[in-house]
């Protein structure tokens, strides 16, 4: 079946934009995560959701960094008056369960790679 | 808090070698750790995990590793690499979150 996918791929943005970066879970998956990847480094935890609910979202830089997933399926990262530093490849993950983690593998999408000029 | 520390940035091999990735972890509880590989342009896929059950792990494509509580270890090995196995490779740590705590990778280049 499909995997997880993300829109845009690449996404260029001038210093001062926001940008909305969309996240397509495997259907039925209940929990997402948002991570960011500096170039040459490992992903970072940003926030964490199960079905609607935003249950963790200690890992977002600033409060110019929002994310939502209104209905419990698709997520969008919305990044505010984005700054040189924001530039990274964001990644979606979603997971079957909500439970312990080591039971349910989390499906990675393949990226947004966000370029701030 | 917990961290894991890939103690390689960068691993070259010939066709046909062995392959060992280091990894060393840190935690305060019984961890869960995993390996994950990327593929450039290609989503991060799960090679193998460890759950608590049997210390020697395998995985996908030959690969395995052992947790060694001791040395605070889960290198990753494989008896064989295949020109396809070059890519970035990343040890991950979880305790009772949620979310995965990444390694900084270690880049694996397959010389034919």
């Known amino acids: 079946g499909a995997g997880v996918s993300q829109s845009p791929r690449y996404k260029v943005a001038k210093r001062g934009q926001d940008v909305a970066l969309r996240c397509d879970p495997i259907?039925?998956?209940?929990?997402l995560f948002w991570y960011q990847q500096a170039l040459g480094q490992g992903p970072e935890f940003l926030t964490y959701?199960?079905?609607?609910?935003?249950?963790?979202k200690s890992g977002l830089p600033s409060d110019r960094f929002f994310a939502e997933r209104p209905e419990g399926s698709v997520s969008t990262l919305k990044i505010q008056r984005t700054q040189q530093e924001d530039s990274a490849v964001y990644l979606c993950?979603?997971?079957?369960?909500?439970?312990?983690?080591?039971?349910?593998?989390?499906?990675f999408g393949p990226g947004t790679r966000l370029t701030v000029t | 808090a917990q961290s894991v520390t890939q103690l390689d940035s960068h691993v070259s091999v010939s066709e046909g070698t062995p392959v060992l990735l280091r990894c060393n972890y840190s935690?305060?509880?019984?961890?869960?750790l995993f390996w994950y590989v990327q593929h450039p342009n290609k989503g991060l896929q799960l090679l193998l995990k460890?759950?608590?059950?049997?210390?020697l792990v395998k995985g996908i494509n030959g690969f395995e590793a052992e947790f060694k509580k001791s040395e605070t270890s889960f290198h990753l090995t494989k008896p064989s690499a295949h020109m396809s196995d070059a890519a970035e490779y990343f040890c991950?740590?979880?305790?009772?979150?949620?979310?995965?705590?990444f390694g900084s990778g270690t880049r694996l280049q397959v010389q034919p």
């Open positions: 959701f199960q079905n609607e609910a935003q249950l963790d």
């Open positions: 259907s039925g998956h209940v929990s």
């Open positions: 991950v740590v979880s305790v009772g979150r949620r979310a995965l705590t």
């Open positions: 935690s305060s509880y019984s961890p869960s």
């Open positions: 460890y759950t608590s059950a049997a210390t």
């Open positions: 993950a979603s997971s079957r369960g909500s439970g312990q983690l080591t039971s349910y593998e989390q499906y």
